[in-house]
T-cell receptor
């Protein structure tokens, strides 16, 4: 069964460093998403992406975040200058379409720790 | 006020028991998701539903749109069902809003 994959599974970085989290969505999917879950808290929406542009973003998704689909398969989340509070689990998801019958498929997540 | 409320927050039960987890929401939705998050953190989508009832193996999900309420049931629960179960609603802008999750622990 097709699945969303994410790399790396874990990343440790120093505060102020740039990190790139990678996702490979399901191949025929057109909508892509990033979510974040700080330890002990609920999952939060960051951004959605369609047709090579951001379709929606939350207030969390400020100027230090960016997303890109550099080729036909990868979907990346870049954090320009990491802060301690960026430590979280980051989930990528993809869906074929939008609306009531189009489920989002989640990746296994990348656990980011900023020191 | 949280837009998605789950109850209970924590649930411990014996193997074999029938489990019910509830979700209430306050916004207009196009769909509701039930997700499972294992101790390692990965998320698995269990159900997406917009009306009625869906069944997959020992899992059953129901939704009542008028009452803005959904339930997830697990029949013949097993220790491997131990996980956090998350209710999430997809609003009319297709944005997903997550509940805080219900931590389920099934004892052998």
């Amino acid at each position: 069964e097709p699945e969303v994959t994410q790399t790396p599974s874990h990343q440790v970085t120093q505060m102020g460093q740039e990190v790139i989290l990678r996702c490979v969505p399901i191949s025929n999917h057109l909508y892509f998403y990033w979510y974040r879950q700080i330890l002990g808290q609920k999952v939060e929406f960051l951004v959605s992406f369609y047709n090579n542009e951001i379709s929606e973003k939350s207030e969390i998704f400020d100027d230090q975040f960016s997303v890109e689909r550099p080729d036909g398969s990868n979907f990346t989340l870049k954090i320009r200058s990491t802060k301690l509070e960026d430590s979280a689990m980051y989930f990528c998801a993809s869906s074929r379409g939008q609306g009531r019958e189009e489920t989002q498929y989640f990746g296994p997540g990348t656990r980011l720790l900023v020191l | 006020k949280n837009e998605v409320e789950q109850s209970p927050q924590n649930l411990t039960a014996q193997e074999g028991e029938f489990i019910t987890i509830n979700c209430s929401y306050s916004v207009g939705i196009s769909a509701l998701h039930w997700l499972q998050q294992h101790p390692g953190g990965g998320i698995v989508s269990l159900f997406m539903l917009s009306s009625g009832k869906k069944k997959h193996g020992r899992l059953i999900a129901t939704i009542n749109i008028q009452e803005k309420h959904s339930s997830l049931h697990i029949t013949a629960s097993h220790p491997r069902d131990s996980a956090v179960y998350i209710c999430a609603v997809q609003n009319r802008d297709d944005k997903i809003i997550f509940g805080k999750g219900t931590r389920l622990h099934i004892l052998p």
